[in-house]
T-cell receptor
Framework: AQRVTQPEKLLSVFKGAPVELKCNYS??????LFWYVQYSRQRLQLLLR??SRESIKGFTADLNKGETSFHLKKPFAQEEDSAMYYC??????????FGKGTLLTVNP | NAGVTQTPKFRILKIGQSMTLQCTQD?????MYWYRQDPGMGLKLIYY???????DKGEVPNGYNVSRSTTEDFPLRLELAAPSQTSVYFC???????????FGPGTRLTVL
């Protein structure tokens, strides 16, 4: 069965501090992993996917198959990064499995 | 392209009433999904469709129904609304199943 775990419901950091949002997954096949972001009262939008290995808005995420993790990182958090972040796992069954989300607050 | 659109944006229902949440996408995507989002619970899949005429249950289908008569539209029907259905509902579509999904703006539903 597919499972995504985001252990932190809430994460609070100060502007300029590094931030890491944790995501662990359980999947027997070859995973496709995504990070989605939802700003206050807006729709979810894709932030990045592991397969593209790109940096979006300063965020990066590396797939670690050994630790079954896909943590999201940014070296210097900005106030506009405050949002809900969801990790999602895709597989071969036409669906994405979402974690419960981490609410990131970046304080001035 | 408008992407994924949903109507209405907000709705208040009384217990026992019925309504249809509309979802339309203009990206010619085969895959469409309905989620509900509750505080602290993340997104839960209600129903999904892999193409016109084909629908299947997700994680929390009870109290809901869907249809997919066209590629573009995927309405979600609530029959006999209950307070437990108070939630924010998101529709999404994808060109490939299990891959990137594009979300609508959501419908905020309150059942009193």
């Amino acid at each position: 069965a597919q499972r995504v775990t985001q252990p932190e419901k809430l994460l609070s950091v100060f502007k300029g501090a590094p931030v890491e949002l944790k995501c662990n997954y359980s999947y027997s096949g070859s995973p496709e992993l995504f990070w989605y972001v939802q700003y206050s009262r807006q729709r979810l939008q894709l932030l990045l996917r592991h397969i593209s290995r790109e940096s979006i808005k300063g965020f990066t995420a590396d797939l670690n198959k050994g630790e079954t993790s896909f943590h999201l990182k940014k070296p210097f958090a900005q106030e506009e990064d405050s949002a809900m972040y969801y990790c999602a796992l895709g597989g071969s069954n036409y669906k994405l499995t979402f974690g419960k989300g981490t609410l990131l607050t970046v304080n001035p | 392209n408008a992407g994924v659109t949903q109507t209405p944006k907000f709705r208040i229902l009384k217990i026992g009433q019925s309504m249809t949440l509309q979802c339309t996408q203009d990206m010619n995507h085969n895959y469409m999904y309905w989620y509900r989002q509750d505080p602290g619970m993340g997104l839960k899949l209600i129903y999904y469709s892999v193409g016109a005429g084909i629908t299947d249950k997700g994680e929390v289908p009870n109290g809901y129904n869907v249809s997919r008569s066209t590629t573009e539209d995927f309405p979600l029907r609530l029959e006999l609304a209950a307070p437990s259905q108070t939630s924010v509902y998101f529709c999404a579509s994808s060109g490939q199943g299990g891959n990137e999904q594009f979300f609508g703006p959501g419908t905020r539903l309150t059942v009193l």
